[in-house]
């Protein structure tokens, strides 16, 4: 049976740098004859599972959007915000298309997705960093700094 919900965030987490198709069999998510990989199905339950948590843990996905909301937020709402990172579909769909528009080998349509994923990767860091900075304005130690 495939993970779902908490499970399949936490394989996640841990296997953060791992394909998508991977991450898709490391989760169960293979085809009924064992031949195929599930990535449909398991980019669905994670987009599922994502949501469900966030609901969760912010109530409503507006109050992220702008730093007068991040001062009402939670401390642990606030990490929640903080460690987020693009779904690992897109992420590495977003790392490809840097690596070939280096090479000049995008197409036009390409070229818009990547367009589309660096402003999704751009406001995902500018949460991040105001998550953060709120984090760091109560006094409360950020993982990984000194100072």
Known sequence: MPLRGKELLKLVRRHRR???RELARLAGYIGADATGVLVADFNRAYHNARRNFRQKIVSSG???RNLRSVEKLSIKQLFVLATSHLPPVQD???HELLDRHQEN???RQEKQQLKYLM????RCTVRKSEAMAELSRRG???PGFSG
């Open 62 to 64: 507006r109050a992220a």
């Open 92 to 94: 590495a769909r977003f």
């Open 140 to 142: 409360v130690p950020l």
């Open 105 to 107: 080998s995008l197409t």
């Open 119 to 122: 402003a999704k990767y751009t």
């Open 18 to 20: 791992m394909a998508p």
